[in-house]
């Protein structure tokens, strides 16, 4: 078992850059696939990106292809998503996430097991 705490949202211009970080404790960080997820009022739930247990692998949505950078510290038991060029469709509550599953969908939010509190980001325009 893990958990999760977010921390780096806040309130942005369009074309600015923020940093989240995902700060977990608990045993065996190196075992789990880590996921962003993000969520809009009114929206569902849609992954942003995801990476591998040992970070060389990564995966993003179409719509932050070029823009975001997931990666990970196992020693820090920490994983990152770096936004550049934030846009306002951008505005939403980020999740991170968690799950030991192997051959899956890294989109599919019902794969992951356990998740962090969340952190805004608002992209003004």
């Known amino acids: 078992q893990v958990q999760l705490v977010e921390s780096g949202g806040g309130l942005v211009q369009a074309g600015g850059s923020l940093r989240l970080s995902c700060a977990a404790s608990g045993r065996s960080f190196s075992s789990y696939v880590m996921g962003w997820f993000r969520q809009a009022p009114g929206k569902e739930r849609d992954v942003v990106a995801a990476i591998s247990r040992g970070g060389s692998n990564t995966d993003y949505a179409d719509t932050v292809k070029g823009r975001f950078t997931i990666s990970r510290d196992n020693a820090k038991s920490t994983v990152y998503l770096q936004m550049n060029s934030l846009k306002p469709e951008d505005t939403a509550v980020y999740y991170c996430?968690?799950?030991?599953?192997?051959?899956?969908?890294?989109?599919?939010?019902?794969?992951?097991?356990?998740w962090g509190q969340g952190t805004q980001v608002t992209v003004s325009s």
């Open positions: 996430a968690a799950t030991d599953a192997w051959g899956f969908d890294f989109s599919d939010s019902l794969k992951y097991d356990y």
